[in-house]
């Protein structure tokens, strides 16, 4: 097949809300569950995409401040003050490690969950989710099962190309660690500053 790339996909956040203007926690559980639905769609799919959107104003009495459209999964409506502090650098632990597989905790589990790098997103729990951003080869199959907070990623080696295949993992995703199991090969995790880690 040929490569396709969706140019835009989102949910509407002001769809279902009565009170424009209000914010709490419980708001946005349906939203998560929509987008989620979103995201399996692409995946089940194979197709690249781009979500729509992030707008830096957004705020839920005038949305993304055009054309009545709510789309941003950022508000400044939702920002916690508190979480104002740079991003920490949270430092992975080794707790187990075998050529095919190797457990993980995050040295700080709060960290994972309240840097200004979150602050102020909506629906964070479908939107940081793990995916393949380089293959080697032919993706089988590529899903994310939100509750379960599973990542399955299968692929067809391509044995011409020589570069690793790289999974990104959001540590929102898995703020009190996660599991790597590999059915060939071996695998390295690298740490990274901005609360993400590269499996490759």
Known sequence: GAPCVIGEF??????????????NDSMYANHTKLL?????????????????????????KYGDQWNFED???????????EHEVEPPVVE???????????????????AARS?????GGRTL???CRPFARATA?????SRYDMARRR?????????????????FVPLWAFPLGFTVSVNDGEFTVSNCKDNFVIIS
């Not at 789309?71 to 003050?81: E, G, P």
């Not at 840097?115 to 602050?119: E, I, R």
Request: hydrophobic residues 35%; glycine residues 6%.
């Open 36 to 60: 989620d639905m979103n995201f399996k769609a692409m995946e089940v799919n194979k197709v690249h995409y781009a979500l729509w959107n992030y707008t830096p104003n957004n705020n839920t």
């Open 151 to 167: 990542y399955i990623l299968s692929f067809k080696r391509n044995p011409a190309i020589t570069y690793p295949t790289e999974v």
């Open 115 to 119: 840097s200004l790098l979150y602050n």
């Open 92 to 110: 992975l632990k080794e707790i187990q490690k075998s050529k095919l597989q190797g457990t993980y905790k995050p040295s700080d589990q709060k």
């Open 71 to 81: 789309l941003s999964v950022y508000s400044l409506s939702h920002k916690v003050r």
């Open 10 to 23: 989102g949910i509407p956040f002001n769809g279902v809300r009565k009170n424009f203007g209000e914010v």
């Open 125 to 127: 729990d479908a939107v």
């Open 137 to 141: 080869g032919s993706i089988l199959k």
